[in-house]
């Protein structure tokens, strides 16, 4: 009876792959690394769907970086037990955004959820901006009252959560502050009680952005720091919800919005005349710094045919006698040039000037490789910034085009402000 079954139960396998010759075949395994898969992130706070193993992967640990740089500000991010943040791949159609956050409550969960679609369209920028708006508004939530946080999960301003994300990216603060600065000067940037006071950023890469960068930097440059944000959001949370009086009176402890006012144009003056920016012989200059400029090659007596090679050629060349002055004198020179320069500029010509002071000591093959890759990610990651600066301050200039009057009216208030703090 048993071998009878059996024979039925073959012969209908078979008639269904002569009907289906797919049928109980696998998918070729590329097609299968293809398909939508579901990925828990590290910590497993991001649960990513919708997207093929490798990519999903990718932006798991994305949103952990993400989650990393707001943690390093104000703690650990408040999630409660069972909630996470859901990052899915678009799959309706007619969804004209590139992103879409929401968050809700269910059961007394708080959900989140990030939409994104097109992602070879996307702009990192964008999406640090609108996942860290979910990732803070966590702090507010976590001192709502459960009931109201149910009704309706609280928000952080957009002005903290663009200033602070752009904050903690060398490249964006650099961008963004001078931008900010420029727009300052020419008298066209926002008053101090209109930037704390605006809850909502358009979308878009709007000059509001580099206004609220400058913001948070002059509030984390204040006695308090970030613990200022953190009580801000706790407060908000409470239903307190903090204005430019109580702003001002944590920063000079006065709710003096006009001292404050004055207080914050101060800072950015200062700012600016500490801050050299590059210039264009500057940009030149650090875009060459990888490679062997000839006079230098002439007066250490190396050979003048190495004269535009990458510096790296003197890994095989470190034990001739030119090798070593050669090292000394461009480390020297790097190191002197940059001086007044911004931060990511002297990062970059110290990477190379500790290249060449192992050269000169002749440090092993492998170490030297190593010093070198590094020097080298640092110079693409500035070129990077600068040349995303200069689209940024080109488009900004076109939307502005400021005139010299608003020029000549931020001046003015300047020096008064200078005499009175010049009088006894």
């Known amino acids: 009876m048993r071998a009878e079954v059996f024979h039925v139960g073959a012969a209908l396998m078979m008639a269904l792959s002569f009907l289906n010759p797919a049928a109980g075949v696998e998918p070729p395994r590329q097609q299968r690394l293809e398909q939508p898969r579901t990925v828990f992130s590290e910590t497993r706070r991001f649960i990513v769907t919708g997207f093929p193993l490798a990519r999903g992967t990718e932006i798991a640990r994305w949103a952990e970086g993400v989650a990393q740089r707001v943690a390093n500000q104000f703690g650990p991010i408040p999630f409660e037990r069972g909630e996470t943040v859901l990052i899915e791949g678009a799959t309706r159609a007619g969804l004209d955004a590139l992103l879409h956050a929401g968050q809700g409550c269910r059961e007394g969960v708080v959900w989140q959820k990030l939409t994104m679609r097109n992602l070879e369209q996307l702009e990192a920028e964008q999406a640090d901006e609108v996942l860290a708006g979910l990732l803070i508004s966590r702090y507010v939530q976590a001192a709502q009252d459960p009931t109201a946080r149910c009704v309706s999960p609280g928000r952080a301003p957009d002005w903290l959560v663009v200033g602070l994300i752009h904050h903690t990216s060398p490249e964006l603060k650099a961008r963004d502050r001078e931008a900010a600065i420029q727009r300052w000067t020419v008298g066209q940037l926002e008053s101090l009680s ?19 960068t400058l913001l948070v930097s002059w509030l984390l440059d204040s006695a308090r720091g970030t613990a200022l944000l953190g009580e801000a959001l706790r407060l908000q949370g409470q239903g307190q919800m903090p204005d430019a009086a109580w702003w001002a009176n944590q920063v000079i402890g006065a709710p003096d919005i006009a001292r404050a006012q004055r207080e914050w144009d101060l800072w950015i003056a200062e700012l600016q005349n500490r801050t050299q920016t590059l210039s264009a012989g500057d940009a030149r200059m650090l875009a060459r710094v990888h490679l062997l400029p000839l006079p230098a090659l002439e007066s250490a007596g190396g050979p003048p045919e190495l004269a535009g090679e990458p510096l790296s050629v003197l890994i095989r060349h470190r034990d001739e006698p030119w090798v070593r002055s050669l ?64 689209r940024y301050l080109d488009v900004l200039e076109e939307r502005m085009r400021p005139d010299d009057a608003g020029a000549s009216a931020v001046r003015r208030y300047l020096d008064s402000v200078e005499s009175r703090a010049a009088r006894p």
């Open 327 to 390: 090292a000394v004198r461009l480390a020297l020179r790097y190191r002197l040039e940059t001086i007044g320069l911004e931060a990511e500029a002297v990062d970059l010509a110290t990477r190379y000037a500790q290249f060449l002071d192992a050269v000169a000591q002749r440090g092993s093959t492998r170490s030297l490789k190593k010093k070198w890759a590094e020097a080298e990610e640092r110079r693409v990651a500035f070129e990077v910034m600068v040349e995303g600066r200069q």
């Open 194 to 212: 209109g930037l704390l006071d605006r809850y909502f950023i358009p979308p878009g890469r709007w000059p509001e952005k580099a206004d609220s």
